[in-house]
């Protein structure tokens, strides 16, 4: 349990990092925000947990192929914001256009044997 806590911390802590630092520095902390931070802290708490390699290169994999979908929203949203639509609508419409982006992305790859 003391050990599904100090996940909980440390990834809340990232978390309030990076919105502390966005707010004094918006490039900067969206340097922060970009790095794979997320994604080594899963590799490494599954490395902890299992020391399964296939498991973590699947992993791997498959967070590339899920971050390609993922980058038009970073344009979509701040177009939709620069052109007066209301944030809560930008954010909501960039996210569900992911999800849709997520299901191409899936359904494509499988058709060249890529499961995700």
């Known amino acids: 349990m003391a050990y599904f806590i100090i996940k909980i911390l440390l990834s809340g802590i990232i978390i309030a990092a990076v919105s502390e630092i966005a707010k004094r520095s918006p490039a900067f902390g969206a340097l922060v925000v970009s790095l794979p931070l997320v994604s080594l802290l899963g590799i490494l708490w599954l490395w902890r947990d299992t020391r399964d390699i296939e498991r973590i290169a699947g992993h791997a994999e498959a967070t590339f192929w899920y971050v390609l ?29 992911t999800v849709v982006l997520y299901f191409i992305t899936a359904w494509a790859l499988s058709k060249f044997g890529i499961n995700l």
């Open 69 to 97: 979908p993922s980058l038009p929203m970073f344009l979509v949203m701040p177009a939709m914001l620069r052109a007066g639509v209301g944030f809560w609508l930008s954010l909501g419409a960039s996210c569900a256009l």
